[in-house]
C-alpha cells in the first residue's frame, strides 16, 4: 500500500510540474517581441519538457483507438522530413518546431486517463485562465490607452496580426464554455466571467475572420446540445451582452484611424485591404509554386521564399510571409502528402463525433466533447483564411483541447492501444529521431541568435564584436545556415574596403576569392534571397579586374537579383545607381519606373527612398506630369503616413515601458 501511495504522490507530481511547464510554454510563446530565438527555444523547449513528464506520468502509456494518433504522428514525421528537400534547410528546421508542439502535446495529453487527465487540466486550466485574463485586458488597454500601438487602428500586439489574436480567444472561449457547462460554484462563475471578457476583447480586436468563425462554431454547437444550450440560456446571453457593449464601446470612445467592427465589416469588399480580394489574389498567385513543386514541396516554413516569384502588384499590403490559407501553405510546403494527412485527421474526427453522439447520452462528457470538438473546428475553419497552424501559441492550447476531445469521445470504457504506430519499437525510433532533431534545432536556434546579435554589432559599426559573433554562429550552425556564409563574407569585403590602396593585388585577390566562394556557399544553400546575389554584385565592383572573366559580372547578378524578387528595391536602386554611373542614363530611370508598380509598403522605409530617387530622376528629366509619376507622389505621401504611425507606435511602446 506504501509503494501504491508513493507512486500515486509521484505521479501527481510529474503531471503538476508538466502543467506548470505547460503555463511557461504559453507565457514564452506570447513574449516573442523581446529577444524571440531564446523565448522561442524557451517555449517549444518547455512544450516538449512538459509532454515527456506527461509521458513519464501515464506508465504504462496507452492511448485512445482509432487513426487520429497515428495520423499525427505521421503528420509530425513528414513535416520533419521536410528538412532533407528544403530549399532552405535553417530556415525548415527553425520553423518546424512550431507545428511539431501541437502533436507532441495532443499525443502525450491524450494517454492521462480520468484522475491524471483532470489534475493536468486543473492545473494547466489555472494559469492558461490568469494568461486569457491578462491577454483580454491587455487588448483593452491597447485600444482605448495606448492607441499609437494599433496596426491599421487595429489591436495585435503580441500576435502577428488582429485574425491571429481573435482565433486564439476563440480557443479560449470554447474551451472556457466546456468549463462553465460541466463545472459548478466559483469555477463556473469564473469560467463565465472569463467568457464574457473574452467577448469584449474580441469586440475591441475587431477582427472580421475571428467574428465568423467565432459564430459559426456557436450555431454549430447549438445544433449539437440544444438542451444545454437551452439549460445555461441565461449567462449565455448575459455574455453575449458585455460583447454586444464591448462593440457599442468601440463606436463611442473610438479615435480617428481605429477601427471598429461596424468599420471593418463595411469596408469587406470595397478596401485595398480587403478581406476578399487581398487573400484571393495570394491564392491565386502561391498556385504557381504548387506547379513548380507538385510532390514533395518546398520544405516547412519557405512558402515566403518563393512567393515573390509569382506575386503580383493586386497584393499590395501583405508581408508576403503567409499564404493566409494554410492548406494552401501546406500543400506548396509539404506536397500533397501533407494536406491528405491533414484530411484524414478531420475526416476521422468527424466520424469519431458521429459515433460518440449515437453510443453516448447527453451526459457532463459528452457535452464537453460536443464544445472542444466546436472550438477545434473554429481552428480549422479559420485556417481557411489566416494561419492560425503556423501560430505557436494557437500550437500550444489546441492539442489541450483535442485530446480532451479525443479522450472524451472515445469514451471511458472503449479499448485503448498500447503504441502508435503497431509496435514499441516503432514508437521508440520516433521518440529518438524526436530527440535527435531537437538538439539540431537547438544549435541552429544558437546559430542564429549569433547572426542576429551580429547584425545589430555590424549597424553599430563594432567590427571585431560583428566578426567574432558571425563566426560564433557559423561554428555554432555546422555550416547550415547561409545567411552565417553571407555575413561572413562581409569580413574579407570589410578588410579590402578598409585597407584601401594600403593592399597589395596578391592580398586582394585572395580577399576576393574567399568571399565570392562564401557568397556561393550562401547561394548553394538557399538560392532564393536576393540579397546574396547584390552583395556578390558589390563584391564584383570593390574587385575591379581581379574579378574573374567566367563570372557574371555586377549588372548581371543585380539584374538576376530582381528576376527573383522584383520588389527587391535596394537591388533595383543598386542597379539604377550602376547604370547611371557607366553613362546609362536613360536605362537606369526606366529601371526605376519598373519597379513602381512592385512597391509594397511591408518595408516603408525602403519605398520612401525609393520614391525620392525615382520622383527626383523624374523632375529633373522634366516628366513630372507623366501619370505613373503622379500616382508615385500620391503613394509616397501614403507611405510617409504608414512611417510615422510606426514611428509614434514605437514612441508609446518605448513610453509604455
Not at 483507438?65 to 513528414?78: D, E, M, N, Q, T
Not at 525548415?92 to 484522475?115: E, N, Q, S
Not at 458521429?354 to 470538438?373: C, E, I, N, P, Y
Request: aromatic share 8%.
Amino acid at each position: 500500500m506504501t509503494q501504491i501511495s508513493k507512486k500515486s504522490f509521484s505521479s501527481s507530481l510529474l503531471i503538476s510540474i508538466a502543467a506548470c511547464l505547460w503555463v511557461v510554454a504559453l507565457v514564452a510563446s506570447l513574449a516573442l517581441g523581446g529577444d524571440d530565438i531564446l523565448m522561442r527555444m524557451g517555449a517549444v523547449g518547455a512544450a516538449a519538457l512538459s509532454a515527456g513528464l506527461v509521458l513519464c506520468a501515464a506508465r504504462p502509456v496507452s492511448w485512445p483507438s482509432g487513426v487520429i494518433l497515428p495520423a499525427l504522428a505521421l503528420s509530425a514525421v513528414w513535416v520533419a522530413a521536410s528538412v532533407l528537400w528544403s530549399d532552405a534547410r535553417a530556415i525548415t528546421i527553425m520553423m518546424v518546431p512550431t507545428f511539431l508542439v501541437f502533436p507532441l502535446l495532443t499525443i502525450a495529453v491524450a494517454a492521462l486517463r480520468c484522475d491524471d487527465l483532470l489534475r493536468f487540466i486543473r492545473v494547466a486550466g489555472a494559469g492558461g485562465f490568469a494568461v486569457i485574463a491578462a491577454l483580454c485586458v491587455w487588448a483593452l488597454v491597447q485600444y482605448y490607452a495606448l492607441p499609437d500601438m494599433l496596426v491599421a487602428g487595429q489591436v495585435r500586439e503580441p500576435f502577428a496580426n488582429p485574425n491571429a489574436y481573435a482565433s486564439f480567444l476563440n480557443c479560449a472561449i470554447f474551451a472556457a464554455l466546456a468549463v462553465a457547462f460541466v463545472a459548478a460554484g466559483r469555477v463556473r462563475m469564473m469560467a463565465w466571467g472569463l467568457i464574457a471578457l473574452i467577448l469584449i476583447a474580441q469586440a475591441t480586436i475587431s477582427s472580421r475572420g475571428g467574428l465568423f468563425v467565432l459564430m459559426g462554431g456557436i450555431v454549430v454547437l447549438t445544433l449539437l446540445e440544444p438542451r444545454m444550450i437551452r439549460a445555461q440560456i441565461k449567462p449565455l446571453l448575459a455574455c453575449i451582452g458585455a460583447g454586444v457593449a464591448g462593440l457599442i464601446a468601440t463606436l463611442i470612445f473610438a479615435q480617428d484611424g481605429q477601427a471598429t467592427m461596424f468599420s471593418r465589416m463595411a469596408n469587406i469588399a470595397d478596401h485595398p485591404d480587403n478581406f476578399i480580394l487581398g487573400r484571393t489574389a495570394i491564392w491565386d498567385a502561391a498556385v504557381g509554386i504548387v506547379a513548380r513543386y507538385p510532390i514533395l514541396g518546398t520544405g516547412y516554413g519557405t512558402f515566403f521564399l518563393h512567393y515573390p516569384y509569382v506575386r503580383t502588384p493586386v497584393d499590395e499590403w501583405s508581408g508576403g510571409f503567409m499564404a493566409h490559407n494554410d492548406y494552401l501553405q501546406i500543400l506548396i510546403e509539404t506536397g500533397p502528402v501533407g494536406v491528405v494527412v491533414m484530411a484524414v485527421i478531420l475526416a476521422a474526427a468527424v466520424m469519431a463525433m458521429v459515433r460518440m453522439r449515437k453510443t453516448q447520452s447527453g451526459d457532463g462528457q459528452r457535452v464537453v466533447a460536443s464544445v472542444l470538438f466546436c472550438g477545434v473546428g473554429a481552428v480549422v475553419a479559420h485556417a481557411i483564411f489566416d494561419f492560425p497552424f503556423y501560430t505557436l501559441p494557437i500550437m500550444l492550447v489546441l492539442p489541450l483541447m483535442m485530446a480532451v476531445w479525443m479522450v472524451c469521445a472515445s469514451g471511458s470504457d472503449a479499448p485503448r492501444r498500447s503504441a502508435l504506430f503497431g509496435h514499441r519499437y516503432a514508437d521508440l525510433a520516433l521518440v529518438v529521431a524526436l530527440v535527435a532533431g531537437m538538439g539540431v534545432w537547438a544549435q541552429t536556434m544558437l546559430g542564429e541568435r549569433a547572426l542576429v546579435t551580429a547584425e545589430r554589432l555590424f549597424q553599430q559599426d563594432d567590427v571585431n564584436g560583428f566578426a567574432a559573433k558571425v563566426n560564433e554562429g557559423h561554428s555554432i550552425g555546422m555550416g547550415m545556415n547561409d545567411r552565417s556564409y553571407a555575413m561572413a563574407a562581409r569580413i574579407p569585403m570589410g578588410i579590402i574596403v578598409g585597407k584601401g590602396s594600403r593592399i597589395n593585388d596578391a592580398e586582394k585577390q585572395a580577399l576576393v576569392a574567399q568571399a565570392d566562394n562564401l557568397l556561393t556557399a550562401a547561394q548553394r544553400h538557399n538560392p532564393f534571397r536576393p540579397g546574396y546575389y547584390m552583395q556578390q554584385a558589390e563584391l564584383a565592383t570593390m574587385a575591379g579586374t581581379h574579378w574573374p572573366s567566367w563570372m557574371p559580372d555586377a549588372e548581371a547578378l543585380l539584374r538576376h537579383a530582381l528576376t527573383i524578387d522584383p520588389r527587391y528595391l535596394p537591388a533595383r536602386k543598386r542597379l539604377a545607381v550602376f547604370l547611371a554611373q557607366n553613362k546609362r542614363g536613360d536605362e537606369a530611370y526606366e529601371v526605376l519606373k519598373q519597379g513602381l508598380d512592385r512597391v509594397y509598403l511591408d518595408r516603408v522605409g525602403e519605398a520612401i527612398e525609393y520614391y525620392d530617387d525615382v520622383l527626383a530622376m523624374a523632375d529633373k528629366r522634366g516628366e513630372g506630369d507623366d501619370p505613373l509619376i503622379q500616382r508615385a507622389r500620391a503613394e509616397q505621401v501614403r507611405a510617409q503616413a504608414v512611417q510615422s504611425r510606426a514611428i509614434r507606435k514605437s514612441m508609446a511602446r518605448k513610453a509604455a515601458e
